[in-house]
């Protein structure tokens, strides 16, 4: 049973950066998808990005699309999301999430669709 462990999480500024880690242990995650999710206080989980760790190939919310990176290094079994440029609205705490083969774009707004979840890491904002 795959297990996964976020790290990374902390308080910035408005406009800072912040690197977010998942770590896999039990499996390899050379074809799984994993998606990074978060959810603030008193709104429903939302998908951020997702990366398909066979190829690569990822997908991004249109709410950070241009300010986060989703990447992946195998060899580690781990996951990362780069956040740049935050806002206040991206405070939340951010989940890592597994599931089996490839992604797609509908897996964001699917929360279902994955089946192994970490515990979560919180990111605060502040102006």
């Known amino acids: 049973q795959v297990q996964l462990v976020e790290s990374g999480g902390g308080s910035v500024q408005v406009g800072g950066s912040l690197t977010l880690s998942c770590v896999a242990s039990g499996d390899t995650i050379d074809r799984y998808c994993m998606g990074w999710f978060r959810q603030a206080p008193g709104k429903e989980r939302e998908g951020v990005a997702s990366?398909?760790?066979?190829?690569?190939?990822?997908y991004y919310a249109d709410s950070v699309k241009g300010r986060f990176i989703v990447s992946r290094d195998n060899a580690k079994s781990t996951v990362y999301l780069q956040m740049d440029n935050l806002k206040p609205e991206d405070a939340a705490t951010y989940y890592c999430?597994?599931?089996?083969?490839?992604?797609?774009?509908?897996?964001?707004?699917?929360?279902?669709?994955?089946?192994?979840w970490g515990k979560g890491t919180q990111v605060t904002v502040s102006s």
């Open positions: 990366i398909y760790t066979g190829d690569g190939s990822t």
């Open positions: 999430a597994l599931a089996e083969g490839f992604c797609y774009r509908y897996f964001l707004s699917r929360p279902e669709q994955f089946t192994v």
